[in-house]
Structure formats: C-alpha cells, structure tokens
C-alpha cells in the first residue's frame, strides 16, 4: 500500500515540475490527480478492494468505467496466427511472404500426427523472431479451441536449448512441458474489471482472448486496459 501511497506523490509532483518547467508556475489540474491516482486505485479495483472511489473534487466512477467489454482495439491487440501448411514440412519458402505481411504469431495444431518436422518449426522461429512485429506461438486443438500461447522467443530458447521435442509434445498435447506457456484465457464478453482482475491473479501483464466457441482472437495488455480505464475517468464531466 505504501508503493502505490508512493507513486500517487511521485506521479503527481513529475507532472507539476514538468508543466512548471514548460509554461511557468505552479498548479494542478484534476486530470492529473486522476493520472496520479490510477496506478494505486485500479491496483485495489483488480484485486477487488476498491469499488469506487471520490476525492480531490473527483467523482470516480469506476463501477462504470471498468464494466465495460474489453476491446482488443483499445486493449491490446487481435491477432491472426498462421499455420504451417503441410509442404511446409520440407521448406519455409514462405518466410519472407510471412515477413512481408507482418505476421504477430504461428499457430500449430495440437495431436496432429506425422505433420510437423522439428527443424521447419526451429527455422521458423529463428527467422521471425528477427522481427519485432512477430512475438506468439499459439496452440489449438483439432476442434480450433485454444490451448495455450508462448512468446515465440521463450520457446526458441527452450528449442536451442536441447532435448525438446517439440514434435512430440505437439503430437501428445503435453503443453504442460512447454516453457512460458499460458493456457489461461478469458471470454471477449469480459469486462474490463475482470479481465484485471484475472491478470493479477495470475501475475501475468498479458492475457489471450477467445471468442464464445474458444477459439483465439487476440491479447489485451494490462497497460493498455488500465491506461482505457484512466482515459475514461478523465474525460467524465
């Protein structure tokens, strides 16, 4: 409590200085009390200890704020994984198509037999990887439902690394081997309390996001829900 104590002062007095610094003089504006007072105040909305708050001429109406549906346009960011089609097996000429249209994530198919070779997916991986843009591996199962996400570099890693078998862990479904791997997910009828709510519980800073049938959509951020939250408060009369 005395962190968050902490970073409403230290917030609040960077934002003063800088305005000092830009325009002359001292002030505050309610805005910035808001912005200052996010990070302790949407910390006890997550966890359930805050259901609204009120002071400092602010009527923070979090209830409100936070019940609204998670947007992976505002909240994070929705994703198209690209499977590897069966040729693929034996090259990945498709690297540079897939480079060229930016791709954020591969998608590979839980219990599938005899499809996928080792040194394809480990050639993949090096070569996205290169990119920002490219960061997720997504696992489904035959019916599309997902499974699991890891950061593509964390499962590179655990590749290099040796005596992993990815084959085999795809073809058995024992994800559970898989290093970084969340399985975690929530419905994209979440609101956004919730959805923190969920985050801090798991102590992750990003969470999938999976339509009514279970299938994968997108990632929201911590950050950016909060920062939705905090924009929404502000911009209240």
Avoid: C
Wanted: hydrophobic share 45%; glycine share 8%; net charge positive.
């Amino acid at each position: 409590m005395w962190v968050l104590v902490g970073s409403f002062f230290v917030i609040l007095l960077g934002l003063i200085l800088v305005h000092a610094k830009v325009n002359g003089g001292f002030k505050i504006e309610t805005s910035w009390v808001a912005i200052a007072l996010s990070p302790a105040v949407l910390s006890l909305l997550a966890t359930g200890q805050l259901a609204e708050f009120s002071g400092f001429g602010l009527a923070f109406k979090l209830r409100e704020a936070s019940a609204k549906t998670v947007s992976l346009k505002v909240d994070g960011s929705k994703i198209e994984p690209v499977s590897l089609a069966i040729d693929e097996k034996r090259g990945v000429e498709n690297i540079p198509e897939l480079i060229r249209k930016r791709v954020a994530a591969l998608r590979l198919q839980v219990g599938r037999r005899n499809y996928y070779a080792p040194s394809a997916i480990g050639q993949y991986l090096e070569e996205l990887t290169k990119y920002d843009f490219f960061r997720y591996v997504i696992f489904v199962g035959g019916d599309e439902k997902f499974r699991g996400l890891v950061p593509a570099k964390t499962l590179l890693e655990q590749m290099r690394r040796g005596g992993f078998d990815i084959v085999r862990v795809i073809e058995e479904g024992s994800l559970n081997l898989v290093d970084g791997l969340v399985s975690a997910a929530v419905p994209s009828s979440s609101n956004k309390r919730d959805a923190l709510k969920r985050m801090d519980e798991l102590n992750l800073a990003e969470l999938p996001v999976v339509d009514e049938a279970g299938r994968f959509l997108g990632i929201i951020e911590r950050d950016k829900v909060t920062s939705s939250i905090v924009l929404d408060l502000v911009a209240r009369p």
